[in-house]
C-alpha cells in the first residue's frame, strides 16, 4: 500500500523575529515568532504565554502580513488594551525595535535577520475541503502530512468552523481511506451511554441487549475513528477511552474476550482544551496521545478570502448547471458588501446554509434576494442585544423562514399539503408562505 502523496510544494517564506521582555513578571525572557501567527496572553493555549495578571487571557495576535512583509499586532478585546511604543492600538503594524506593552509587561521586538519557509499546500481544495487562505492552505499542508502517518491528531476551532469535513479529507488522503470513516459525536451519546456506544455490547449483557452489537471503534477497524467535541467526556469514560487509545484493544460490554483493532483516532473540540486540562476537567496523558498531530482552524471572521469559494463550492452541490452556477454567483458577487461585512459567528456550516437557503428561494420563487436572517442581526442596537421580546421574535422568524422554505419545496408549492404535513389551518399557511416567500411575487 503507497504511503505518500506526491504534490508540488509551495512555501511562504516570513521573517524570524523575537520579543524580548523588558519589564514585567516575566522580564529577561525571549519568546521566538518564527510562525505565521502566534496569541499572546496568560491563557495556556497562547504559543506566548506570559503570567503578569494584568495581561488579558488571549490578549493580542501578532501575524505576519505577507503584502507588506512585516508583523502585524491585533488587540482582541484586551482588558488594559495593547499599545506600541506608547500608544494604545487595535490593529497596527510592528516596526523593528519597537515595544509593545500589555498590562505591566513591556517586550521589545527585533528581527533576527533570519528567514523561515512555511509550506502551503498548492491547491485551494484539499480532499473536498475547500480554502485558498493562507491560513487554510498551511493547514492542508499539515493535514497531508498527518495523513501519511498513524499518529492521533486533534483538531480545534469553534463550532461549524469544518472540522468533520477537514477529518473526512484527511482520511481521504491517508493510506486508510478504502476503510471506513466512522464518526462519534459525543455530545448525541447519553453519558451513560457513551462507552456501550464506543466498545459494544454482547447478547444478554443488560436489560434489553437482546443481540450482540459492535461500537463505533470495532466498526472502524481497519480505518479512521472521528470522536467530536472530545471535551464533553465525562473524567470517567476518559480512564476507559485512554486505555484504548494505549492499547488499541477494547472489550465489549458483557464480554471476556480481548479484541485488537486498528484504529487511528482524530478528535476535534470547540472547547479551549488547554485550558480544561489545567482546570482538571482533561486528562492530561489522554490529551497527549490524541494530540501527536494538532491542528487549529480559525473562524472564519478571520479569514475572509474564503467565503466566496465556499459559496461557489456550495452552488455547485446544489447544481451541475454551470449557467446557473455563474449567474447567481455573479449576483452574490455583486452584493459582496453585505456578504463580507458579517462576521458569520456560525463560521462555515451558517455560510453553507445561507448559500444552500439562497438557492432554494430563488429555485421556488425566481427571485435573487440576499434576504437572510443576519441583515437583522447587522443593523441591531447594542439595546436590541440583550431585549428579550426582540431576540425571542427574531429567533422564531429565522425558524419559520428556514422552516417554510423547506416544507413548501418538498410540497412543490402545494399550500393544501404544506398545512397538512404541518398540521396547521390553510389560512395560516398561506399568511406564512406569503411572509417568507412570496411576499415581493405579484402572482400570489
Not at 506608547?86 to 533576527?112: C, D, H, R, W, Y
Request: charged share 30%; with cysteine; glycine share 6%.
Amino acid at each position: 500500500m503507497e504511503r505518500t502523496i506526491k504534490i508540488e510544494k509551495k512555501f511562504l517564506e516570513i521573517s524570524v523575529g523575537e520579543l524580548i521582555v523588558i519589564n514585567g513578571k516575566d522580564k529577561g525572557k525571549i519568546f521566538k515568532l518564527a510562525s505565521r501567527e502566534v496569541l499572546v496572553g496568560t491563557s495556556p493555549s497562547c504559543e506566548i504565554r506570559l503570567s503578569d495578571p494584568t495581561v488579558s487571557r488571549t490578549h493580542c495576535k501578532i501575524f505576519w502580513n505577507d503584502e507588506v512583509k512585516m508583523f502585524q499586532v491585533q488587540d482582541l478585546g484586551s482588558t488594559n488594551g495593547t499599545l506600541i511604543n506608547k500608544i494604545p492600538v487595535v490593529n497596527a503594524f510592528l516596526p523593528p525595535e519597537s515595544v509593545i506593552t500589555l498590562g505591566e509587561t513591556e517586550m521589545v521586538f527585533k528581527q533576527s535577520g533570519k528567514k523561515r519557509q512555511i509550506e502551503l499546500f498548492p491547491d485551494e481544495n484539499f480532499f473536498g475541503c475547500v480554502g485558498v487562505s493562507q491560513a487554510m492552505r498551511e493547514i492542508f499542508s499539515i493535514a497531508l502530512k498527518s495523513a501519511q502517518t498513524d499518529l492521533n491528531i486533534l483538531i480545534e476551532g469553534e463550532t461549524g468552523v469544518g472540522k468533520e469535513e477537514l477529518a473526512k479529507a484527511i482520511h481521504k488522503a491517508s493510506p486508510r481511506k478504502e476503510k471506513n470513516f466512522i464518526v462519534c459525536d459525543v455530545t448525541t451519546i447519553p453519558k451513560e451511554l457513551f462507552l456501550t456506544e464506543l466498545f459494544g455490547y454482547e447478547k444478554g449483557a443488560f436489560t434489553g441487549a437482546d443481540k450482540s452489537k459492535k461500537g463505533l471503534v470495532e466498526l472502524a477497524d481497519g480505518g479512521t475513528l472521528f470522536i467530536d467535541e472530545i471535551g464533553e467526556i465525562s473524567p470517567q469514560d476518559q480512564a476507559h477511552l485512554l486505555r484504548f487509545v494505549e492499547k488499541k484493544e477494547l472489550r465489549p460490554i458483557g464480554s471476556n474476550i480481548i479484541k485488537k483493532v486498528d484504529v487511528r483516532i482524530i478528535s476535534a473540540t470547540s472547547k479551549n482544551i488547554d485550558e480544561e486540562v489545567e482546570k482538571g476537567n482533561f486528562r492530561s496523558d489522554l490529551f497527549f496521545r490524541l494530540s501527536q498531530f494538532r491542528i487549529k482552524i480559525p473562524p472564519l471572521r478571520e479569514r475572509k478570502e474564503d467565503i466566496f469559494p465556499l459559496i461557489l463550492d456550495t452552488l455547485r452541490k446544489l447544481t451541475d448547471d454551470e449557467k446557473k452556477i455563474n449567474m447567481l454567483y455573479d449576483f452574490l458577487q455583486k452584493n459582496s458588501s453585505f456578504i463580507l461585512s458579517y462576521n458569520w459567528p456560525g463560521n462555515v456550516r451558517e455560510l453553507k446554509n445561507f448559500t444552500e437557503r439562497f438557492y432554494r428561494i430563488w429555485e421556488i420563487t425566481g427571485e435573487m434576494k440576499v434576504d437572510i436572517p443576519f441583515m437583522s442581526i447587522k443593523n441591531e442596537t447594542p439595546q436590541d442585544k440583550y431585549d428579550f421580546k426582540y431576540q425571542k421574535r427574531k429567533i422564531i422568524e429565522d425558524f419559520e423562514r428556514a422552516y417554510i422554505i423547506e416544507l413548501y419545496q418538498r410540497c412543490k408549492g402545494n399550500i393544501s399539503e404544506c398545512a397538512r404535513l404541518a398540521k396547521v389551518n390553510r389560512k395560516y399557511m398561506e399568511k406564512l408562505i406569503r411572509k417568507y416567500i412570496k411576499n415581493e411575487t405579484s402572482n400570489f
